[in-house]
């Protein structure tokens, strides 16, 4: 694993080049003093040469990413903080970009007041993702713990609202009449973590494959389902996050995977 904290604009213009926004032939700086700072940088991380050019490597492993087949965003938030985490899989190798946020929590999102000045940058294996993952979702135990065998969904603790209990939940309004899963995540939730795979059979047409919504709240992990007119909340054990991300990305891989006539497939791991 390689993990790296890199300026904004260094990353920015790394991925420009890369992505033929910059010509890829050119340095990375044109002269003024803030280019000059990010040359500095890219040189220090490994990122552009001394010539001020991306390096082969990272160029290759930039362009790769760029139309990667395989994508995930991770929206993740605790308290006051929140992040995104792009995710890119290219064979079985990985690419992690992660910005942080801070805000006020308003009454349904953050309320974004300060962006972090960098993003995290890490190169991964596919077979050590989980553990690099960990390191940029919220501490949370329910959330964060590694895969494992768990019981039947027909066995696990569900909680149906119907219309009205979603209209008191999306309002903040009447909370003391909410079943008490939804009381948990309205007024006790420790962390949230939307997820959402997709497939990229061609450069022009994405497939989701997997959308989740995790909520830990009351100490417990809840897979928040939104139906037709109802929301199910049901208590998943921890490791189911790290469980289902792994089951997305395999669908994914199978839903771009070749078949004997030069074409993608067309099932995967969507539900």
């Not at 991380?45 to 010539?51: F, K, R, S, V």
């Not at 949370?140 to 979603?166: I, K, N, Q, Y």
């Not at 792994?246 to 497939?265: C, E, H, I, N």
Request: no cysteine; proline share 6%; charged share 25%.
């Amino acid at each position: 694993m390689r993990a790296l904290r890199v300026t904004r604009g260094a990353w920015a213009r790394a991925v420009g080049l890369a992505g033929g926004r910059v010509d890829a032939g050119a340095a990375v700086v044109d002269g003024t003093g803030a280019d000059e700072a990010v040359l500095a940088e890219l040189r220090e991380h490994g990122i552009a040469d001394e010539t001020g050019v991306l390096t082969a490597a990272w160029a290759a492993a930039l362009r790769d990413h760029l139309a990667a087949p395989v994508r995930a965003t991770l929206r993740a938030r605790s308290g006051e903080t929140g992040a995104t985490t792009r995710l890119t899989l290219v064979e079985d190798r990985v690419l992690l970009v992660h910005d942080a946020v801070r805000g006020e929590l308003g009454s349904r999102e953050l309320e974004v007041t300060d962006v972090s000045a960098h993003v995290d940058v890490v190169l991964v294996r596919v077979d050590d993702l989980w553990p690099a993952l960990v390191r940029l979702l919220p501490p949370s135990e329910p959330l964060t713990a590694g895969a494992r065998p768990g019981p039947r969904p027909a066995d696990l603790p569900r909680t149906v609202l119907g219309s009205r209990d979603v209209e008191r939940l999306r309002a903040g309004e009447d909370l003391a009449a909410l079943p008490a899963a939804a009381r948990a995540v309205a007024e006790d939730e420790e962390a949230s973590l939307v997820v959402l795979v997709e497939a990229w059979p061609t450069p022009a047409t994405p497939t989701v494959v997997w959308s989740r919504w995790w909520s830990v709240a009351g100490g417990r992990l809840l897979d928040v389902q939104l139906r037709d007119d109802d929301v199910h909340l049901v208590e998943r054990p921890p490791g189911s996050v790290a469980a289902e991300l792994r089951w997305a990305l395999v669908g994914a891989v199978d839903t771009t995977a070749p078949v004997a006539d030069g074409s993608a497939t067309t099932t995967g791991g969507a539900r």
